[in-house]
C-alpha cells in the first residue's frame, strides 16, 4: 500500500533510531527506499542490517535528484517522503494515509501550522519564513492546506504519475507539487504533525540558495 522515501545523506547517526521508530509506529503495509547519493555515505554501513532498499540516487547528488529517484520506482498505491533526521514522527504517517483513503486525497500535507500542529526548534528565520508563505497561501491564494512547504507529504501514485517535475533546486518540490495539484484540480488533505528539529547529524537544508526556488512556486499559486 506504501512507499516510504527517505533521501538521506550521511545520516548514519540517525537512521537506525529512524528506521526502528517507522517499524513501531507506522501500521500500514509498507517499504522503505533510502535514497543515497555517494558509496561513501556513512547510512549504507548503519542501514545494511535493516529491513530498507539501498537505493543510488541516479540524477546526481542533491535531495531533489534523491526524490525524483525514489518516486520513479514507486509501485504501491501511495508514497511519503520523510526525512531521515527525525524531525518528522512517523505516527503521523498513519494519518496521512486514513486521510487519504477517507477524503480520496491525491495529495496529503503534514501541517505545523493547522490547529493541532507545530513546531519546535530550527532557525528561527526559517521557520518565521516558512510559517508565513504557508499561512499566505491558505488564507490569500486559496490553498486548502495551511502548510504547503512541508516536504513530509503522501501522494498518491496516480497523481505522482501524471505530473511534471521541474524543480531544480531542493525542497521546493513540495511546493510545486502542491500548487500544480491545486491548479489541475487534485484533491489535496492535511493533517497535524509536530515537527521538531534535528537532534544529530547537519541539516542540509540551503536557506539563501533555495528561497528565490520556492518563491517562483509561492506565486504561481496566485498566479
Known amino acids: 500500500m506504501l ?4 533521501p538521506v545523506y550521511n545520516e548514519g547517526e540517525n537512521i537506525k533510531t529512524a528506521i526502528e521508530r517507522i517499524e513501531k509506529e507506522v501500521k500500514y503495509p509498507y517499504i522503505i527506499n533510502l535514497v543515497y547519493d555517494f558509496d561513501e555515505d556513512s547510512t549504507i554501513d548503519a542501514a545494511k542490517d535493516l529491513n530498507v532498499n539501498l537505493v543510488k540516487n541516479k540524477y546526481g547528488r542533491g535531495v531533489l535528484n534523491a526524490i525524483k529517484t525514489g518516486i ?10 520523510t526525512m ?9 504517517i498513519n494519518d496521512m494515509v486514513d486521510s487519504a483513503i477517507k477524503n480520496d486525497a491525491d495529495v496529503v500535507c503534514a501541517s505545523r501550522y493547522m490547529k493541532g500542529g507545530r513546531q519546535i526548534g530550527g532557525p528561527l528565520l526559517k521557520g518565521l519564513m516558512s510559517k508565513v508563505a504557508g499561512l499566505s497561501l491558505y488564507y490569500f491564494a486559496g490553498l486548502p492546506v495551511h502548510d504547503a512547504t512541508n516536504s513530509f507529504k503522501l501522494y498518491r501514485k496516480s497523481f505522482i504519475n501524471n505530473v511534471q517535475i521541474e524543480s531544480d533546486g531542493g525542497f521546493e518540490l513540495g511546493l510545486e507539487l502542491v500548487v500544480k495539484a491545486y491548479k489541475s484540480g487534485y484533491k489535496l488533505a492535511e493533517v497535524p504533525t509536530t515537527w521538531q528539529d534535528r537532534v544529530a547529524g547537519k541539516s542540509n537544508f540551503k536557506l539563501v540558495q533555495w528561497v528565490p526556488k520556492y518563491l517562483k512556486w509561492y506565486f504561481r499559486a496566485f498566479g
Open 3 to 6: 512507499t516510504i522515501i527517505i
Open 72 to 81: 520513479e520506482m514507486v509501485n504501491s498505491e501511495f508514497v511519503v517522503v
Open 84 to 92: 531521515a533526521d527525525l524531525s518528522d514522527p512517523p505516527e503521523v
